[in-house]
Structures are given as C-alpha cells and as structure tokens.
C-alpha cells in the first residue's frame, strides 16, 4: 500500500491507488498557509480491516512535521485518530 499526495493549493488529499483506481483515501482543505483541515477519510471495502485509514493520516502526521504545518481534524475517523494516539498530538491545531 503506497500512499500518494495531491495539491493544488487549496486542497488535496493522501490516497493509496491500485491499478489507477483510488481505494482510500483522506481529503484536507488548507486554512491559511499553516493549518491543514482534515475533512473526509474514504476507505473501499477491499481495504477494510487493514489500517489503510490510519496509513494515510501517518502519511499525512509526516507531511505536517516535516513542513510545519498544523493539522485540525473534523473527519471523525481522523479526529478518533487523534485522541487514541498522543505521540502524534503535537501537530494538532
């Protein structure tokens, strides 16, 4: 499962395709030039029960590390996410 990103400047995703066809995916919305919104997480039923979910919002944990960013989750499944694990809390908004 290799996760990909896409971003146009005002929104994007993380995604895991399979033979040009997404099967999860998470969604953000940028909110200023440091605040990433996570606003959807969409996972195809093949996926289901494998941590394709989590996968992308590690991917995600990495990105706004690396470039600063602070992350606010109003997708439940992220937000879940979120409160579950502390040692990823330090990027939250």
Known sequence: ???????????GAFFIENDGQRLASMTYTWAGPNKMIIDHTEVDDSLRGQGAGKKLLMQLVSFAREEKKKVLPLCPFANSVFQKNPHIQDVLS
């Open 1 to 11: 499962m290799e996760v990909q990103q896409e971003d146009n400047g005002k929104k």
